[in-house]
C-alpha cells in the first residue's frame, strides 16, 4: 500500500479542497470520512487518478501514513474534533502529529495541545482562511501548537499557502498552544468589522444619496484601485453587478437578516475579557443581532418615527467622503484588533509576531489587502510598537481623512442611518487621543455607592482613597479589584 505523506480526516469542501492542494504540490495524501461513501465518491470523482489513497476505517487511515503521522482533521469545530481525536488515539505513536485546521475557539486548542503532550503526541492548531478557492488554490494559514511539530509540516503548509509578490508564502508558525486559532479568530473579528463597514457604506449610498447598484458598484470597483484595494471590496463590486433572472439587481432580493458562526462574538467576548476596547468588531457583531430581529424591526418600522431622509448637495464628493470615512474605521479595526493580539500574548505568554500576522493575511485570506503591507512595515520598523495609530504612516492617513469621516458620521445621524461601526471607530479615536476622560466622574459615583475607592490625579499611581460622600457611610472600603 502506497505510503501517504499527510492524511486529512473530513472530505467537505474545505477538506476536499485541501487534499487536492496537496497534491497539487506533490504530496500523496490518505483521506478519510465518517460518511464512508463520501470517501467512495471523492476517490471516483475529483480524486480519480491522482496520488490519493481512499480509506475505509480509523485503523486504515493511520497504518497509510508515514511516520511520524501527520493527520489533518477538518471537521465541525467542538466536540467533533475531540471524538476525531479519541478516534484515533489507540492507533498512534509517540511523536505522531494531530492538525486541527478547523475554526476551533483557541482555548481548545489551548487545551488539546497540553492533554496530546501528556500522552505524547504533538498537536496544531491551524488557523485556515480563504474559503473554498483559498483552500484549493492558496490558502492563508496560521498554525499554531507544539512547536516540535512545526518542523514537520512546515514545507507541506508553506508549499499549499498562498504567496505575496515576492513569493512569500502566507503561512508561518505563529506560536504555542493556542496561539494560531487565536490569530484565526481575530482574523474573523476584523473580517466581521470589515464587511459592517463596507454594508455601511453601502447604506449610505442607497438610501441617503439613492445611487443605483451599478453606480454603487462603479464607486466599489473604483475604490479597490486604491487604498482600500482587498478582496472584500472586489467581491462588493461583484455581488453589486449580479443580476438575477429576471435582470434585477439579486442582491436587493435578498433578506436582510444576517447569520454568524461564532468566531465574531468570541473575538468581542475575549476582548472584553482582556479589558480591550474592540468597540468597532463588537458592534459589527451586535449589527447581525439586531439584522436577525427582522419581523420586530418591520413591526417598529411602522410605529418609530426618524427623520426624512432628504440630501442637498455634492453627491460625488460625499460619495468620496464615504470612501475616506470607510478607510479610516478600517485602520480603527485593525488597530483595535492587534490591541486585542498584544494583550492576548501578554496573558498566555505568546511570543507573537506581528509584522509575520500581517504577511500571512496579506494573501489567500478573506480579509487580504494591500493595506496589510503597512501594517507589516510598521512592525518591521518597531516590532515593540504599542498602537498603529501612534506610527508615523497611520497617523498622517487618519488625519488626513478625519474630516471626512467626521461628515460622514453627522450626515449619517442627521438623517437617521444607523452607522454603528464608523461611528464607534471614530468614538474610539476620540477617545484614545483624549488626555482627560470623564471616568473621574465614574470612580466618584462607584465610590459614593460602593466604597469602591479611587486614585486622585495628585497622587502617585496605586494610592487608594475614600470618601465618607454622605457623612453616614463610614470608612470602611471595599477591596479593589478588576472584574
Not at 492558496?138 to 514545507?155: D, L, T
Not at 486614585?455 to 465618607?468: A, L, M, Y
Amino acid at each position: 500500500m502506497t505510503q501517504a505523506d499527510i492524511g486529512l480526516i473530513g472530505l467537505a469542501v474545505m477538506g476536499q479542497n485541501l487534499v487536492l492542494n496537496m497534491n497539487d504540490h506533490g504530496y500523496t495524501v490518505a483521506v478519510y470520512n465518517r460518511t464512508t461513501s463520501k470517501v467512495s465518491d471523492f476517490m471516483a470523482g475529483e480524486a480519480a487518478g491522482r496520488e490519493i489513497v481512499g480509506t475505509y476505517s480509523i485503523e486504515e487511515f493511520v497504518a497509510a501514513l508515514k511516520r511520524p503521522r501527520k493527520m489533518m482533521i477538518m471537521v465541525k469545530a467542538g466536540w467533533p474534533v475531540d471524538a476525531t481525536i479519541e478516534q484515533l488515539l489507540p492507533y498512534l505513536d509517540e511523536g505522531d502529529i494531530i492538525i486541527d485546521g478547523g475554526n476551533s475557539h483557541y482555548p481548545d486548542s489551548i487545551r488539546r495541545t497540553k492533554e496530546l503532550g501528556e500522552k505524547g503526541i504533538l498537536f496544531i492548531g491551524a488557523g485556515v482562511s480563504g474559503g473554498e478557492e483559498g483552500a484549493r488554490f492558496g490558502p492563508s494559514i496560521m498554525p499554531g501548537g507544539a512547536p516540535a511539530a512545526w518542523p514537520h509540516v512546515k514545507e507541506i503548509f508553506q508549499s499549499i499557502a498562498a504567496k505575496v509578490e515576492d513569493g512569500t508564502p502566507c503561512c508561518d508558525w505563529v506560536g504555542s498552544d493556542g496561539a494560531g486559532h487565536f490569530v484565526k479568530m481575530v482574523h474573523n473579528g476584523i473580517e466581521y468589522g470589515d464587511m459592517q463597514l463596507i454594508s455601511e457604506a453601502y447604506h449610505l449610498m442607497k438610501s441617503v444619496l439613492g445611487l443605483s447598484t451599478a453606480e454603487m458598484q462603479a464607486a466599489f470597483s473604483e475604490w479597490n484601485k486604491g487604498v482600500l484595494d482587498s478582496y472584500l471590496i472586489e467581491i462588493t463590486a461583484d455581488i453589486l453587478g449580479y443580476m438575477d433572472e429576471k435582470g434585477e439587481p439579486l442582491v436587493e432580493k435578498i433578506l436582510d437578516a444576517a447569520g454568524q458562526k461564532g468566531t465574531g462574538r468570541w473575538t468581542a467576548v475575549n476582548a472584553l475579557e482582556l479589558g480591550i476596547p474592540l468597540t468597532l468588531i463588537g458592534e459589527a457583531v451586535l449589527a447581525r443581532a439586531l439584522s436577525a430581529l427582522k419581523e420586530e424591526r418591520v413591526a417598529a418600522s411602522q410605529v418609530l418615527a426618524g427623520p426624512q431622509v432628504r440630501f442637498e448637495g455634492d453627491r460625488a464628493a460625499f460619495v468620496e467622503d464615504i470612501r475616506q470615512a470607510l478607510y479610516a474605521a478600517k485602520i480603527i479595526s485593525y488597530t483595535q484588533g492587534y490591541m486585542l493580539m498584544r494583550a492576548a500574548a501578554a496573558e498566555y505568554n505568546w511570543d507573537l509576531n506581528y509584522g509575520g500576522v500581517a504577511l500571512m493575511w496579506r494573501g489567500g485570506c478573506i480579509i487580504r489587502s494591500a493595506f496589510l503591507g503597512k501594517i507589516k512595515e510598521a512592525y518591521d520598523q518597531n516590532p515593540e510598537l504599542t498602537n498603529l495609530l501612534l506610527t508615523p504612516y497611520f497617523k498622517t492617513e487618519v488625519e488626513n481623512v478625519q474630516a471626512a469621516w467626521r461628515r460622514v458620521i453627522a450626515k449619517a445621524a442627521e438623517q437617521g442611518i444607523p452607522v454603528p461601526a464608523m461611528s464607534s471607530a471614530l468614538a474610539f479615536y476620540d477617545g484614545y487621543r483624549t488626555e482627560r476622560l470623564p471616568a473621574n466622574l465614574l470612580q466618584a459615583q462607584r465610590d459614593y455607592f460602593g466604597a469602591h475607592t479611587y486614585e486622585r490625579v495628585d497622587k502617585p499611581r496605586g494610592e487608594f482613597f475614600h470618601t465618607n460622600w454622605t457623612g453616614s457611610g463610614g470608612d470602611v472600603t471595599s477591596s479593589t479589584y478588576d472584574a
